[in-house]
């Protein structure tokens, strides 16, 4: 593939991974942009999403890296969902190329559509006062239901990764909203860095382009995951739920229309 991009092209890609970073970091979703802008300067789609997963990996391990460094994520607490969350994600990885998922692409937009609604009318949707982190783990059951499940989910497809960890690990665990991204961000850069390795032995993945929007990917990352940390739930909450519904929008009109 020809890379002799026009400079312009260079930096729009630089921008939209600056941008995607942030938003993932915060909400997840950054996929709704990177992967189109991919699609849109001539990179074919296999290429174009494995591509994306190294990016990808640059921004979900710098976010994952700053809400630990803030204690709002202990890895030793997720063990099984890290091991889980592998297994799921080479599961998924492989399955999407052996059944037709179109009947996923018609539903997976209602799904994303009643996270969304869940959050605006549960109040405690994006965790409470009441919510406290883990001292200990969580039961080894619950911990491999959730990372098997998303795991998969991820490899499988993909969009709204993010925002099923955020609300679950909320719902599921009671963790406080900042501690839920922490665990998020954790399992999205397990199941892209899975999805990766697995591209780049099928040869799908461009390593100058993955590693140039990475890096702006990273940045965004670390000042997104800053800014939720700053300013929390009113900040969180409103971007979640924009996300959300726009990564439910551009589903629902590629799948329906």
Same mark, same amino acid.
């Given at each position: ?11 729009? $890609?630089?921008?939209?991974?600056? !941008? =995607?970073? /942030? +938003?993932? #970091? @915060?909400? %997840? ?5 990177? *992967? ?40 030793? $607490?997720?063990?099984?969902?890290? !091991? =889980?969350? /592998? +297994?799921? #994600? @080479?599961? %998924? ?5 052996? *059944? ?158």
């Amino acid at each position: 593939m020809d890379l002799l991009f026009e400079p312009s092209t260079w930096a729009i $890609l630089a921008g939209i991974g600056l !941008i =995607a970073g /942030f +938003i993932d #970091a @915060v909400a %997840g979703g950054g996929g709704l942009l990177s *992967i189109p802008a991919l699609l849109t300067v001539g990179i074919p789609p296999h290429l174009a999403l494995g591509t994306n997963k190294l990016a990808a990996c640059f921004g979900s391990s710098m976010a994952a890296f700053t809400y630990y460094r803030k204690n709002l994520f202990t890895p030793n $607490l997720w063990y099984h969902t890290f !091991i =889980a969350t /592998f +297994i799921g #994600a @080479v599961s %998924g990885t492989f399955i999407v190329y052996l *059944i037709d998922k179109s009947w996923l692409e018609k539903w997976l937009p209602v799904i994303i559509i009643v996270i969304a609604i869940y959050t605006l009318l549960k109040p405690n949707a994006m965790g409470c006062t009441s919510f406290t982190p883990l001292r200990k783990p969580a039961t080894a059951v619950k911990q491999w239901l959730q990372g098997v499940i998303l795991g998969f989910y991820d490899g499988f497809a993909g969009p709204g990764t993010g925002a099923f960890w955020t609300i679950s690990s909320t719902t599921y665990h009671r963790l406080p909203l900042l501690h839920s991204c922490g665990l998020a961000r954790a399992m999205t850069f397990t199941s892209n860095l899975t999805s990766l390795l697995i591209f780049f032995a099928l040869g799908k993945v461009n390593l100058v382009i993955g590693l140039s929007m990475g890096l702006c990917m990273m940045l965004g990352s670390f000042i997104g995951a800053r800014s939720a940390i700053k300013f929390g739930v009113q900040f969180i909450r409103p971007l979640f739920v924009t996300i959300v519904l726009l990564t439910a929008a551009k589903l629902a009109w590629s799948a329906w229309f």
